[in-house]
């Protein structure tokens, strides 16, 4: 593995791995098998949230997992109602004492929930907690450029910003926002949906099978090459493995065009003007 390819470098100096494990919707035993196996086979990045309702089995799984804290980068993400300076202090104190840690590596406000109006206090509440060395980095998540100018006009630029994107929603605008001010994107539900209305696509399988990989591995590349983070959801170690084996091959010009041809302006897109929580 090249590990200039399969880690990047965030501003608050923060290294993490360009292939994570996205939580949701994994509870319970089932959700600490899930983190606990990917651990096994090699993940280092783990995404969790407030309202995912499984940060007590990610923090256990980190604990058991024998592994040095340092190595393993935990995010989590927290909920409207915590949008000010001494909610954010108070969501993180309550976060960290259910995963049993000492500190969050990366925190993110959950969506920008714009009709409350809040995000800003959201934000100076993460800056706090960053100085008191609760978390090192901080970003957002679900944020369009509309809602990143407003924090930039305030002065504030996150590191990261977490967005839904697959083939058939790149999210062009967003991505170019992204590189243009120096944020580090990162895809949820880089899949698409469970339905598989992406990878069973044809054109996904002829590319697929000229590098032996699956369409699946084909997606996460295609991310990864574009300068993006990816936390695709597994609870199988067998699919959690070839999510992660995804550094061995490389897509050419002409593959990365194919699959940029797969973008469907239907394709239903959570909208953070009218959802959040």
């Known amino acids: 593995?090249?590990?200039?390819?399969?880690?990047?470098?965030?501003?608050?100096?923060?290294?993490?791995?360009?292939?994570?494990?996205?939580?949701?919707p994994l509870t319970g035993d089932e959700g600490l098998r899930a983190v606990a196996s990917a651990l096994e086979v090699?993940?280092?990045?783990?995404?969790?949230a407030e309202n995912y309702r499984n940060e007590d089995v990610v923090g256990r799984a980190v604990r058991e997992s024998?592994?040095?804290?340092?190595e393993i980068v935990v995010t989590t993400k927290f909920n409207k109602e915590w949008h000010s300076v001494e909610g954010v202090r108070e969501i993180v104190s309550r976060s960290l004492?259910?995963?049993?840690?000492?500190?969050?590596?990366?925190?993110?406000?959950?969506?920008?929930?714009?009709g409350q109006d809040r995000y800003v206090e959201a934000f100076e509440g993460m800056l706090a907690v960053q100085e008191e060395?609760?978390?090192?980095?901080?970003?957002?998540?679900?944020?369009?450029?509309?809602?990143?100018?407003?924090?930039?006009?305030?002065?504030?630029?996150?590191?990261?910003?977490?967005?839904?994107?697959?083939?058939?929603?790149?999210?062009?605008?967003?991505?170019?926002?992204?590189?243009e001010n120096g944020i580090v994107g990162e895809c949820w539900s880089p899949l698409g949906r469970a339905s598989g209305e992406l990878l069973g696509r044809p054109e996904?399988?002829?590319?697929?099978?000229?590098h032996w990989v699956t369409p699946?591995?084909?997606?996460?590349?295609?991310?990864?090459?574009?300068?993006?983070?990816t936390i695709p959801k597994s609870a199988s170690p067998e699919r959690?493995?070839?999510?992660?084996?995804?550094f061995s091959f490389e897509l050419s010009e002409e593959e990365m065009a194919a699959i940029r041809t797969l973008e469907d302006p239907d394709a239903e897109i959570s909208d953070p003007e009218a959802f959040g929580h």
């Open 204 to 210: 996904l399988a002829t590319i697929a099978e000229a």
């Open 216 to 229: 699946a591995q084909v997606v996460l590349r295609w991310q990864i090459q574009q300068g993006l983070v």
């Open 42 to 48: 090699g993940y280092r990045l783990l995404d969790t």
């Open 1 to 24: 593995m090249n590990d200039d390819v399969a880690t990047f470098r965030l501003r608050s100096g923060l290294t993490i791995p360009r292939v994570g494990l996205g939580t949701w």
């Open 133 to 179: 060395g609760l978390t090192t980095a901080i970003g957002t998540s679900n944020f369009l450029p509309t809602h990143l100018d407003v924090l930039a006009a305030a002065g504030y630029v996150p590191e990261i910003n977490q967005i839904q994107l697959d083939p058939l929603r790149p999210r062009r605008d967003v991505v170019a926002y992204m590189r």
């Open 66 to 70: 024998g592994l040095p804290r340092s």
């Open 97 to 114: 004492e259910l995963m049993g840690l000492e500190h969050v590596d990366i925190l993110l406000i959950h969506w920008p929930n714009p």
């Open 240 to 246: 959690q493995a070839e999510n992660l084996d995804v």
